[in-house]
């Protein structure tokens, strides 16, 4: 299983969980104030996880609307 994760510091990250009791896969790409802090705020995100039709990879992309104004 995949996650996003979006962090109230502005952090985002792409997790694969290999096995619900083992944990996550480590050294997953992130981003460090990807976005303005969170704190006290309403934010959209969307998160989309797709294989390739020709089975050669995974493509992860993550939308976040900052200021909740769906934009």
């Known amino acids: 299983?995949?996650?996003s994760n979006t962090y109230?510091?502005?952090?985002?990250?792409?997790e694969k969980d290999l096995m619900h009791t083992i944990g996550y896969t480590t050294k997953d790409p992130e981003k460090e104030q990807a976005i303005l802090?969170?704190?006290?705020?309403w934010v959209g995100?969307?998160?989309v996880f797709y294989n390739l039709s020709n089975g050669r990879g995974v493509i992860l992309k993550q939308w976040?609307?900052?200021d909740a104004s769906n934009t």
């Open 37 to 41: 802090k969170l704190d006290r705020k």
């Open 45 to 47: 995100i969307k998160a």
């Open 1 to 3: 299983m995949r996650s």
């Open 8 to 14: 109230e510091t502005g952090r985002v990250k792409f």
């Open 64 to 66: 976040i609307d900052q």
